[in-house]
Nanobody
Framework: QVQLVESGGGLVQAGGSLRLSCAAS????????MGWYRQAPGKQRELVAT???????NYADSVKGRFTISRDNAKNTVYLQMNSLKPEDTAVYYC????????WGQGTQVTVSA
């Protein structure tokens, strides 16, 4: 089992920044993928960004140039730096750990006011 603990969500004005963190614990493999998805009210959960243990990254087109994903393998922690936030970024952000199967965090709310 893998446990994920997220932090860093909150309320911010448009144009502002937030940094999300997600710490993984439990049966952690040295080779894995971690990342973030989000789900806005009435919408399906969607990919935001992922990063492999080899630090290969993938971003949704909607966040490219504004969000940066990074990780600290020694701490089994993934980060999401979100800049130039827009109201349409408002959602619950979920951390994911992927190694054969997916493990999800409990989610953290990000609200961007206009």
């Amino acid at each position: 089992q893998v446990q994920l603990v997220e932090s860093g969500g909150g309320l911010v004005q448009a144009g502002g920044s937030l940094r999300l963190s997600c710490a993984a614990s439990g049966r952690i493999s040295s080779v894995n993928s971690m990342g973030w998805y989000r789900q806005a009210p009435g919408k399906q959960r969607e990919l935001v960004a992922t990063i492999t243990s080899g630090v290969s990254t993938n971003y949704a087109d909607s966040v490219k140039g504004r969000f940066t994903i990074s990780r600290d393998n020694a701490k089994n922690t993934v980060y999401l730096q979100m800049n130039s936030l827009k109201p349409e970024d408002t959602a619950v952000y979920y951390c994911i750990y992927r190694k054969i199967i997916d493990y999800w965090g409990q989610g953290t709310q990000v609200t961007v006011s206009a």
